[in-house]
C-alpha cells in the first residue's frame, strides 16, 4: 500500500486538508506582493534639474495640492532650459539645465541674455509627484546616468530567488517541510519590515534580496505541503489553486498601490499582511510523507489517525497500513518570459496602474483552464507545450502593434498563455520527483526559473539598442520551450514515487513511448504488458 492509497480511504482532500491548504496557501498573496513589488517601488516619474537658488520656491509648491501643485511646479518644470513660447509641446530636458547665473533668473524666466551653454544637474533633480509620492528612484536619485540601477536591483531580487530556492529546498527535505516554512515565514517579515527603512539604493537591493529567498522558500514550502497531502485525483486543483492566490495578490498588489503612491509606505502594508503567518506553525502539521522517508512512522500515523478524524473516516482506514507503509521504505524560459511580461506592463501605453491589474487579473482564468486542460486527453506535455507557444506567438505580435488598447490586449493573451504555462511546470516537475528528494529536487528546478528572472529586467534594457529587442527574446525563446516541451514524457494518471527506487522505475516506465496508464479500480495497468504494478515489492522490479 502506498500513501497515495491510504487518501484515497480517508479522503483525497477532505476538511482536515482544505484547511491547512488555506492556511498555507494564503502566503501566496503577499508573496506575489513581494515579487512584483519592484514595478511601483521603482516606478518612472517625470524629473528635472534643480536649482540652488530656486529651492525656497520648491517648497512653496510643495505646501499646495493637486492642480494649484501641478501649476506652481510646472513653472519650474526645468525652466533652466525654458520652453519656447510658440511651440508649448516643446520636450524639455532631465538630465542638464543650462550653465547660467541664476541669481540674474526670476521665477523660472530668464532675466538676462540668452544663453546656449549646457551643464548636468549638479544641484540634483526636482521629480514630479503627481502620480507617485516616493519612489526609489525618487529617494535615491535613480535617474539620468543612475536609471539603469533599479533594474540591477531587481535582477539582485531574482539572484535571492535564485539562493531561496536552493536553501529552501535543502531545508525542506533536511529539517521538514513545517519547521522550513515557519523559518521562511519569519524571516520574510522580518526583511519586509527592513526594506521600509533602508537609506541607500544598495542597503535597499541588500535586503530586498533578502526578502526574495525568504519569499521564494514561502512559496516553494507552501506549494509542496499543500500537495503532498492531497489525493492523486485532486492534486492538479491543489496545484492550480495556490497559483489563484497569487493572481488575488497581484491584483491587490494593484489596488494598494493606487491608493498609496509611497514605496515605503506601500512596503510597510506588505509587511504588515505578513505579520499573522508565524502563527501557522501552531496549525499545520509536519507532511507525512516526509515523515515516512525519514523513518519518522510514528509521527506520521497520528498524522493520519487525525486527517481520518477530520475527514470522518476513521472506519476507512486500513488495518496495518502503517506496517506496509514501513516495508516500502526499505524552469527557465517560462521564468523569463513571465516576468519580462509582468515587469514591463508600464510600457504599454495605458495607465499603470489599470494595466497591472488586468496583467494580475488575467492569470485567474488561465490557472482556473489548468485544471482542465491538465487532465484532459491532452495531459501534461501538450497542455503546457499549447499554452507556451500561445505566449510566445502573442509576445512576437506585439512587436507590430502600436502602443494602445489592441498591443495591451494581445500582450494579456501573451500572459494568459504564459501564466497556464507556469503553472503547469510547477505541477509537472513535482510528478517526476520522489519524496526523499522532491523538496530538493524543486529547487533546483526553480533555480534554473530565478536565472531567467534575473535576466528578465536586463534584458528589458536592449530597448534602449532596438525597440523590439526584448520581445522578440520573450517570444523566440518561449516558442522554442513551448517546442522542447514535446520531447518531455507523459505524467498524467501516475501515483507519485515515494522513494528513489521507484524514481528510478518511474524514469525507465517514462522512457517507453508506447507505454500507457490507466486507472482500473485504483490499480495502474500497462497496455504493454496486461500486468499490474499492485501487491508487489521493490524487490521484485515488476513494472
Given at each position: 500500500?502506498?500513501?497515495?492509497?491510504?487518501?484515497?480511504?480517508?479522503?483525497?482532500?477532505?476538511?482536515?486538508?482544505?484547511?491547512?491548504?488555506?492556511?498555507?496557501?494564503?502566503?501566496?498573496?503577499?508573496?506575489?506582493?513581494?515579487?512584483?513589488?519592484?514595478?511601483?517601488?521603482?516606478?518612472?516619474?517625470?524629473?528635472?534639474?534643480?536649482?540652488?537658488?530656486?529651492?525656497?520656491?520648491?517648497?512653496?509648491?510643495?505646501?499646495?495640492?493637486?492642480?494649484?501643485?501641478?501649476?506652481?511646479?510646472?513653472?519650474?518644470?526645468?525652466?533652466?532650459?525654458?520652453?519656447d513660447e510658440e511651440d508649448e509641446d516643446r520636450l524639455y530636458a532631465q538630465c542638464s539645465k543650462y550653465d547660467a547665473n541664476y541669481t540674474t533668473w526670476a521665477d523660472g524666466y530668464y532675466a538676462g541674455d540668452e544663453t546656449t551653454r549646457q551643464t548636468d544637474c549638479d544641484e540634483g533633480w526636482i521629480y514630479d509627484k503627481s502620480e507617485y509620492t516616493r519612489t526609489i528612484k525618487t529617494d535615491f536619485d535613480l535617474v539620468c546616468d543612475k536609471k539603469s540601477a533599479a533594474d540591477f536591483s531587481q535582477s539582485a531580487f531574482f539572484f535571492g530567488v535564485l539562493l531561496g530556492s536552493l536553501l529552501y529546498g535543502f531545508l525542506a527535505d533536511f529539517l521538514g517541510r513545517v519547521k522550513s516554512f515557519y523559518i521562511a515565514v519569519v524571516t520574510l517579515f522580518v526583511f519586509t519590515l527592513s526594506v521600509t527603512f533602508m537609506p541607500s539604493l544598495?542597503?535597499?537591493?541588500?535586503?530586498?534580496?533578502?526578502?526574495?529567498?525568504?519569499?521564494?522558500?514561502?512559496?516553494?514550502?507552501?506549494?509542496?505541503?499543500?500537495?503532498?497531502?492531497?489525493?492523486?485525483?485532486?492534486?492538479?486543483?491543489?496545484?492550480?489553486?495556490?497559483?489563484?492566490?497569487?493572481?488575488?495578490?497581484?491584483?491587490?498588489?494593484?489596488?494598494?498601490?493606487?491608493?498609496?503612491?509611497?514605496?515605503?509606505?506601500?512596503?510597510?502594508?506588505?509587511?504588515?499582511?505578513?505579520?499573522?503567518?508565524?502563527?501557522?506553525?501552531?496549525?499545520?502539521?509536519?507532511?507525512?510523507?516526509?515523515?515516512?522517508?525519514?523513518?519518522?512512522?510514528?509521527?506520521?500515523?497520528?498524522?493520519?489517525?487525525?486527517?481520518?478524524?477530520?475527514?470522518?473516516?476513521?472506519?476507512?482506514?486500513?488495518?496495518?497500513?502503517?506496517?506496509?507503509?514501513?516495508?516500502?521504505?526499505?524552469?527557465?524560459?517560462?521564468?523569463?518570459?513571465?516576468?519580462?511580461?509582468?515587469?514591463?506592463?508600464?510600457?504599454?501605453?495605458?495607465?499603470?496602474?489599470?494595466?497591472?491589474?488586468?496583467?494580475?487579473?488575467?492569470?485567474?482564468?488561465?490557472?482556473?483552464?489548468?485544471?482542465?486542460?491538465?487532465?484532459?486527453?491532452?495531459?501534461?506535455?501538450?497542455?503546457?507545450?499549447?499554452?507556451?507557444?500561445?505566449?510566445?506567438?502573442?509576445?512576437?505580435?506585439?512587436?507590430?502593434?502600436?502602443?494602445?488598447?489592441?498591443?495591451?490586449?494581445?500582450?494579456?493573451?501573451?500572459?494568459?498563455?504564459?501564466?497556464?504555462?507556469?503553472?503547469?511546470?510547477?505541477?509537472?516537475?513535482?510528478?517526476?520527483?520522489?519524496?526523499?528528494?522532491?523538496?530538493?529536487?524543486?529547487?533546483?528546478?526553480?533555480?534554473?526559473?530565478?536565472?531567467?528572472?534575473?535576466?528578465?529586467?536586463?534584458?528589458?534594457?536592449?530597448?534602449?539598442?532596438?525597440?523590439?529587442?526584448?520581445?522578440?527574446?520573450?517570444?523566440?525563446?518561449?516558442?522554442?520551450?513551448?517546442?522542447?516541451?514535446?520531447?518531455?514524457?507523459?505524467?498524467?494518471?501516475?501515483?507519485?514515487?515515494?522513494?528513489?527506487?521507484?524514481?528510478?522505475?518511474?524514469?525507465?516506465?517514462?522512457?517507453?513511448?508506447?507505454?500507457?496508464?490507466?486507472?482500473?479500480?485504483?490499480?495502474?495497468?500497462?497496455?504493454?504488458?496486461?500486468?499490474?504494478?499492485?501487491?508487489?515489492?521493490?524487490?521484485?522490479?515488476?513494472?
Amino acid at each position: 500500500m502506498k500513501f497515495d492509497d491510504i487518501l484515497k480511504s480517508i479522503g483525497e482532500f477532505g476538511p482536515y486538508q482544505i484547511k491547512i491548504y488555506f492556511m498555507v496557501c494564503l502566503i501566496g498573496i503577499p508573496v506575489a506582493m513581494n515579487q512584483m513589488g519592484q514595478v511601483f517601488y521603482a516606478a518612472n516619474t517625470d524629473h528635472w534639474c534643480a536649482v540652488a537658488e530656486w529651492e525656497s520656491n520648491y517648497d512653496a509648491c510643495s505646501d499646495l495640492d493637486g492642480d494649484e501643485y501641478m501649476g506652481c511646479i510646472h513653472q519650474y518644470r526645468n525652466a533652466s532650459i525654458p520652453p519656447d513660447e510658440e511651440d508649448e509641446d516643446r520636450l524639455y530636458a532631465q538630465c542638464s539645465k543650462y550653465d547660467a547665473n541664476y541669481t540674474t533668473w526670476a521665477d523660472g524666466y530668464y532675466a538676462g541674455d540668452e544663453t546656449t551653454r549646457q551643464t548636468d544637474c549638479d544641484e540634483g533633480w526636482i521629480y514630479d509627484k503627481s502620480e507617485y509620492t516616493r519612489t526609489i528612484k525618487t529617494d535615491f536619485d535613480l535617474v539620468c546616468d543612475k536609471k539603469s540601477a533599479a533594474d540591477f536591483s531587481q535582477s539582485a531580487f531574482f539572484f535571492g530567488v535564485l539562493l531561496g530556492s536552493l536553501l529552501y529546498g535543502f531545508l525542506a527535505d533536511f529539517l521538514g517541510r513545517v519547521k522550513s516554512f515557519y523559518i521562511a515565514v519569519v524571516t520574510l517579515f522580518v526583511f519586509t519590515l527592513s526594506v521600509t527603512f533602508m537609506p541607500s539604493l544598495w542597503s535597499y537591493t541588500v535586503m530586498r534580496c533578502l526578502v526574495a529567498m525568504s519569499n521564494m522558500g514561502c512559496f516553494l514550502l507552501a506549494f509542496i505541503i499543500g500537495t503532498e497531502f492531497v489525493g492523486p485525483s485532486k492534486r492538479v486543483i491543489a496545484g492550480i489553486l495556490i497559483e489563484v492566490f497569487f493572481s488575488f495578490g497581484y491584483m491587490l498588489l494593484a489596488i494598494l498601490a493606487y491608493f498609496i503612491r509611497d514605496w515605503r509606505v506601500l512596503n510597510l502594508v506588505v509587511a504588515g499582511l505578513l505579520c499573522l503567518f508565524p502563527f501557522t506553525i501552531f496549525f499545520v502539521p509536519e507532511s507525512p510523507r516526509w515523515l515516512i522517508s525519514n523513518n519518522k512512522c510514528d509521527k506520521a500515523e497520528k498524522i493520519i489517525y487525525q486527517a481520518a478524524k477530520g475527514n470522518k473516516k476513521e472506519d476507512k482506514l486500513p488495518e496495518d497500513f502503517m506496517s506496509d507503509l514501513k516495508k516500502r521504505k526499505k524552469w527557465f524560459i517560462n521564468s523569463l518570459v513571465y516576468y519580462g511580461l509582468s515587469l514591463s506592463t508600464s510600457d504599454l501605453g495605458s495607465n499603470d496602474f489599470i494595466a497591472f491589474f488586468i496583467s494580475g487579473a488575467v492569470e485567474l482564468p488561465a490557472y482556473l483552464l489548468c485544471i482542465f486542460a491538465i487532465e484532459s486527453p491532452l495531459g501534461r506535455k501538450y497542455s503546457t507545450s499549447g499554452f507556451e507557444l500561445l505566449g510566445g506567438v502573442a509576445c512576437l505580435l506585439t512587436i507590430f502593434i502600436p502602443k494602445g488598447p489592441w498591443k495591451t490586449t494581445v500582450a494579456m493573451i501573451g500572459k494568459f498563455g504564459i501564466s497556464a504555462s507556469f503553472a503547469l511546470i510547477y505541477i509537472y516537475s513535482a510528478e517526476v520527483l520522489p519524496t526523499p528528494v522532491r523538496s530538493t529536487g524543486m529547487g533546483l528546478c526553480s533555480m534554473a526559473a530565478r536565472v531567467a528572472g534575473i535576466l528578465a529586467p536586463l534584458i528589458l534594457l536592449l530597448d534602449e539598442y532596438w525597440e523590439p529587442l526584448p520581445l522578440l527574446i520573450f517570444g523566440s525563446t518561449c516558442i522554442v520551450g513551448g517546442l522542447l516541451l514535446l520531447f518531455l514524457p507523459e505524467t498524467r494518471g501516475r501515483q507519485l514515487p515515494e522513494t528513489m527506487e521507484e524514481g528510478e522505475h518511474f524514469k525507465m516506465r517514462s522512457k517507453e513511448s508506447n507505454y500507457d496508464v490507466e486507472k482500473e479500480e485504483g490499480k495502474v495497468v500497462s497496455s504493454i504488458s496486461g500486468e499490474t504494478n499492485a501487491g508487489y515489492d521493490d524487490e521484485d522490479r515488476k513494472i
